[in-house]
Each structure stands twice: as C-alpha cells, then as structure tokens.
C-alpha cells in the first residue's frame, strides 16, 4: 500500500513479548523435530524387527499422517492465524487427490 | 524532478515491453501474441474445413491433415483462448479489485514469457521436421508410436508455456486474496473478478496432473522411462487419465472467464444489478468443484466398467445444474432492463441460446449408453465447438469490444463490430450445427477425407461455407482494429455510459499506478453507487494521497525463458544429437544462473513521491 515510510521503534514490554514468542516458537519446532525422528525410528525398527506386514503396514502408513499433521502444523505454521484460505486450498487439494487416488486404484489396478 | 522518467521511440518502446512488470502492459502483450496464436490456430481450422469440403480430396495428404488438427486443437486452446483470457484477467481484474498491480509482478512477467516461448517451441515444429499428429489430447499408445519429434515439441512445448499459466494462476489467487482495496469483501467482488478466483483455483488443481503426464511422455519418448508401454509393465490408460483430470477442469478455467465476462455485460447493457449475484458466486464455485469430478465422461468407451460410468454419468449431468442458474440469472437480469444493444451485447445475446444448444448436447453425452454411440463421431466435434467458440470464442470477440477503451483508450467501431458479430455468428451455427447431423449420420472426426455418396457431401459443403463466413467475421475484426488504432480517437473513462465496477471509474489513460489513491469500496457495483450519489470523481477514497511504491521492471524472465527454451532443444535431440546434453544443461544453467541473480540481487522497487503525485500532471 502506499503509506509514507514509518520509522517503527519496539518499546522494552514488546520486545520482549516477541522474543518471548520467538523463544515458545523454536521449542514448539524443535519438540515436533525429535517426535518426528522419533516416529521415523519406530518405522524403521517396526521393519527391521521383521514383524508380519499386515501389522507394519497400517503402523506406517498411521505414523505417516501423523508426520504430516506435524509437518503443516509445527513447521509450515499452519496453527497460527490467519491461515485459513490457505487450509482451505490445501484440503481441497487433498480432497481431490485422494479422489484421483481411488479412481486409480479401483478401475486401473484393481478392476 | 519527476521520479518517473518518460521514454520515447521505437526501440525504448520495444524494451519497455520486454521488461515490463505493469499489468496493463503484460494483458496487451497476452492479447496480443494469443490474437496471433489465434489466427494461426484459425488458418489451420481453414485448412480443414478445405480439405473437407469434398468428398476423396487431396488438397492436404493424411499425415499432413493430422498435423493440422492436432496444432488446431492444441494452438486454440493452450496458446488462444487462455492467453487472451488471462490477457482481459490482467487488464481488469487489478483495477475492479482497486490494486495498483497483481501480487507478484515479475512473475505475472515470467508466466507471459513462459506461454509465448512455449507457443514459439511448439508451432517450430511445422519447420523442423513436422508436427504432433496424435490429436491434442495426445493419447499414448499412439503417440509413443509417432515417428519424427512432433511429439516431442508438443510435450516440451506445452510444459513450457503450462509452467506460464501455473504461475499466472497463482499469482491470481494471491491478488484476489490479498490486495482487495478496503471495503471490497468477498461478496462485493464482480463477477469477472470472482470468474478468475475460481479459474486460478482450477488452475491451481489441474495443471499439477498434467505437467506430471507431460513428464512422463518426455521420459517415455526422449529419455528411454516405459511410463505408458503396456509391454513393459506400464499402462497407456494412466495417460487418458491424467490427461483428462487436466483436461475436463481446462474448459472450466475457459469458460469460467467467459461468464464472468457476459455477467458484467448483462448488467452493463441492462442498466440493472447483476439477477442473483449470490447465487452466481455460488454456481461459480459449483462448477469448479464438480469440474474435477468428471473426468472420466471423455473415457466411457474404455471400459472402466458400468459402475464407474454411472458414477461420472450421474456426476457429469449435475454440472447441468448450477451452469441452468447462470443462464436464468442472465435471463431474469435482461427482463426488466433498459437494454441497449451494443456489440458486447450482442455476443452476450447471441452467445445463450448457442451455449445452451452446446450444455444439452453435452447432458445428451454424459448418459453413457448413449455416448457409445457418439463417441468419436462429429457429434462431439460439434458439441465442443458449440460451447468453445459458442462459449468462450464469443466472450473473447465480446470482452474485445468492451474492454478495448479500457485498455487502449479508444473504441472500436460499432458499425463495422456488428458486421463482424453477424459474419461470426451465422457461420458458427452454420458450420457446427450441421455437424451434430453429421456426427448422427456415422461420420467419424479426425478422417481426413470421406468417400462419396454416404449422405455427407452436402453437410460438408455447407459446413465449410460456414467457415469461411466465420473468416470473413474475424477480417473485418481485424480491419476494425487498424482503422481503430490508426485515427487514434481518445475516449476518457466510462465510454459505455453506465459502468457499474471500479475500472470504469478511473481516469483515462489508466495511470500506471492505477490509482492515485485506494478506493474505499461502499458495495457491489462501487462506481454505480457513487455515480447515484452524484460523486464526480466516482470513487470514495481510503487514504490520503502519500507515496506510492512501485515495482523496477525487469530482463530477468526473458532471460529464465530464454533459458527454458535452450533446454528444450537439448531435450529434444536426446540420444540423437551429440550436443544434446551440452544444450539441455546450458539452457538449465541460463535458468538457474537468472533465478539466483533474482534471488540474491536485492530490487526494491522505487517510490513516486507523493509532490509529483499532487501536481497537475498526476506523476507522469
């Protein structure tokens, strides 16, 4: 927009209300950083362990959209504000990809 | 001293355009390298209805004929239609919104440059050693079979100019969402505004599957992958899917703009509010949504099984629904109205009955037993046609006439504009109707010739005088433009009289940053409501008047084009040419080099100072 440029000072309180943030930020991140290893370990030793597949398989794919639900909402920030146009966009996207992904499976592979 | 420079001359004016970053100018290098497309992609159209104008002809051979439709198709759709829309989008879409430009200017550049050079890459191919022939939906079995690299320049140069398009796209959405002026909410929108939202969604979705099918027939063809060869365990059907998961919302994307276009010109003309705005927003984003879900009505005679054909049968004809409520919402804006019969009006009056024609003949192929018998036969040829150039075609001629004072500060004639819309518009039903009879009658598309005496001679025959009407329309179209351009008559804001959205109300020629001052939005139609309450100006402002940031112009997406463009060859004589590799890299380094200069050499833009902006001459 077309406003003169404003030259804005952080008073003392508000600096350190945003660093206090910023602080809250990085633990939330680093803390979904180790249960993301975490549950990438499960995975690998699930596989290693040499369990029957029927039980790996579902283990996996579960801890899969766990991961994902982690990755959108710790590290692209989607539990902040203002992001509700682009959770719309991206649930529609995966609305319409899992739709593509059933017709695939149902009347190429399967049928 | 005036911070904005003006230039003058021929070769400042070239490069001005080949740098430009501004809206304005990027909707006028769309309009016109898509008119061009346009005129090819219409010779070749002529070329056809020649050759089929006779029974066993040979003005063209077969392989030739191939050749013909497939660039008709792919040139009409991928490098006309949508350029000229995102043309008018780029033009309108920022001034009815009140934003100074779209959210990312230089990539709104870079998508510009993307669709030209692709166009270029792909149309080469008449001059290096021929053209795709698989049609342009390009199926695979055939098209693995094609000898020679049309195939090739089709894949290459179509993930070019869709790399083009995804931008432009997003760079939409992102307008939209973020750069309304204050006042301006979702359901104050115009309907053009609103048609692009929901195009650039589709946009969004659909182009992802086809860049991804578009891959894989690279892979397949230049770089040794078996993607689609049964024979290697792959599957020729995951192409047709994927290619029309792209290609049923691709209409959408194109006939989305269209509506939105006829919606302003029914009220314009009307002299009244848009007959249900709300319920247009509605059907709008109806049509999005069930546009994905369709896809496979164009594979019935695959053999999905009758379970999956119910399904997109049932799917297909509740498309049927939302797309009735826009055409009673026009209907019921017209009655009532004080109408004036300008050309845009005339396309929008001419264009309901011939897309409706075009709607009921496309529920008549969703029934899936039915469509076993009109498969690949004319029928289709002109259903198609009915809503491409009934729908979209018409809006195009439509939105031409209507915008061109906005965009050129002129008008073009009104006399010699309905000469072209009567020319247009009888050979359009006087060549595709009779096609319908033709499809009926057993006539198959994409036969380069036909023998004598089945029932087909006549048909023909007339179907091609048609065409030539349609040619006759679009010549005196061009004349009209020159004789325009030529006398040079300004015209000043609001040329129809009764603009009802925001770009009517700014002064004309728009001033590069479009508005001096944000508008302050006070409902739908913004200029019609203050035009009523006696304002002068036509807008009520937001903000004082303060310095406006503006964005450099920039060489960086000619030269990432350029880049693209280099690869592509390297691509395309993989495995045949030494030197194939040392291209391909070279065009990718040109790319990448130009995408760090970009990322790593700080631009700010500059400032008009709010001084130059107060004084007579508006900052110019």
């Known amino acids: ?111 | 001293m005036s911070s904005i420079a003006k230039k003058k001359g021929f070769g400042a004016s070239v490069w001005d355009y080949l740098t430009t970053v501004d809206h304005k100018k990027i909707a006028i290098l769309y309009l016109a390298a898509g008119g061009l497309f346009f005129v090819i992609g219409g010779i070749e159209a002529m070329l056809i209805r020649i050759q089929l104008a006779k029974p066993d002809n040979d003005f063209v051979s077969a392989g030739l004929f191939n050749e013909i439709i497939t660039m008709h198709g792919t040139t009409m759709i991928f490098l006309a239609a949508m350029p000229i829309l995102f043309g008018f989008m780029n033009a309108v879409m920022p001034l009815q919104i009140g934003a100074r430009d779209v959210a990312f200017p230089f990539l709104n550049a870079l998508g510009f440059w993307l669709f030209l050079f692709g166009g270029i890459f792909l149309n080469l191919s008449w001059f290096m050693g021929g053209a795709p022939d698989a049609g342009w939906t390009s199926y695979a079995s055939l098209s693995l079979a094609s000898p020679g690299h049309g195939i090739d320049f089709y894949a290459l140069g179509l993930q070019i100019s869709g790399a083009g398009t995804y931008i432009g796209g997003i760079n939409f959405l992102v307008t939209i969402i973020n750069m309304r002026a204050p006042g301006m909410t979702y359901m104050r929108m115009p309907l053009m505004t609103w048609t692009t939202f929901v195009a650039s969604a589709l946009i969004l979705f659909a182009f992802p599957p086809l860049t991804i099918g578009l891959f894989f027939l690279i892979l397949d063809r230049m770089f040794g992958a078996n993607f689609f060869d049964h024979t290697m365990g792959g599957n020729t059907i995951i192409w047709e899917h994927l290619f029309w998961i792209f290609g049923h919302p691709e209409v959408y994307i194109l006939i989305l703009p269209a509506f939105g276009i006829f919606s302003e010109i029914f009220a314009l003309f009307s002299r009244k509010r848009l007959f249900g705005y709300s319920s247009m927003v509605f059907a709008t984003v109806l049509i999005g949504f069930l546009g994905f879900m369709v896809w496979a009505h164009h594979m019935f005679t695959v053999g999905l099984g009758p379970t999956a054909n119910a399904i997109f049968a049932v799917a297909t004809m509740a498309i049927a629904v939302p797309t009735g409520m826009k055409i009673f919402n026009w209907l019921l804006t017209i009655w009532g109205g004080s109408i004036k019969v300008t050309v845009p009006m005339l396309y929008a009056l001419g264009f309901i009955p011939s897309f409706v024609a075009g709607g009921v003949t496309g529920v008549m192929q969703a029934a899936a037993p039915l469509d076993y018998q009109l498969h690949d036969s004319y029928f289709i040829v002109a259903h198609f046609h009915y809503v491409i150039v009934g729908g979209v075609v018409l809006a195009i001629l439509a939105a031409l006439h209507l915008y061109w004072p906005l965009m050129f500060n002129q008008m073009l004639s009104e006399k010699l504009g309905k000469w072209t819309f009567w020319f247009f518009f009888i050979g359009f039903h006087m060549t595709f109707f009779i096609q319908h009879f033709l499809g009926l009658m057993g006539m198959p598309r994409r036969v380069f010739t036909f023998r004598a005496d089945q029932g087909w001679d006549l048909f023909n025959l007339i179907s091609s005088i048609g065409a030539v009407f349609m040619a006759i329309g679009v010549i005196i179209l061009v004349i009209n433009i020159i004789i325009t351009v030529a006398k040079n008559v300004p015209v000043g804001n609001d040329p129809w009289e009764d603009g009802r959205t925001l770009e009517w109300a700014i002064p004309q020629p728009v001033p590069f940053y479009n508005f001096k001052q944000t508008p302050l939005v006070r409902g739908l139609d913004t200029f019609w409501i203050e035009k009523q309450e006696g304002n002068k100006e036509g807008m009520t402002y937001a903000e004082p008047i303060s310095d406006i940031h503006m964005p450099n112009n920039s060489f960086i997406p000619f030269v990432m084009t350029v880049g693209l463009f280099v690869a592509a060859f390297g691509a395309l004589y993989n495995g045949e040419k030494t030197w194939a590799v040392p291209v391909l890299v070279l065009g990718l380094a040109i790319t990448l080099l130009s995408m760090a200069v970009r990322s790593l050499k700080d631009d700010h833009g500059y400032h008009i100072h709010k001084e130059d902006l107060m004084n007579e001459k508006g900052g110019k």
Do not use: C
Request: net charge positive; glycine share 4%; aromatic share 18%.
């Open chain 1, 1 to 111: 927009m077309s406003h003169d440029a404003q030259v804005f000072v952080k008073s003392q309180t508000e600096f350190e209300y945003s660093k206090r943030k910023r602080k809250e930020a990085m633990r939330s991140q680093i803390t979904s950083f180790a249960i993301m290893i975490f549950l990438t370990l499960i995975a690998f030793s699930a596989v290693a362990a040499g369990f029957s597949k029927y039980y790996i398989a579902p283990i996996i794919l579960l801890l899969a959209a766990v991961q994902v639900v982690l990755q959108l909402y710790y590290f692209m920030h989607m539990n902040e504000k203002n992001h509700g146009i682009a959770a719309f966009f991206l649930y529609t996207g995966a609305l319409f990809a899992f739709t593509f992904i059933l017709t695939f499976l149902t009347i190429i592979w399967w049928g």
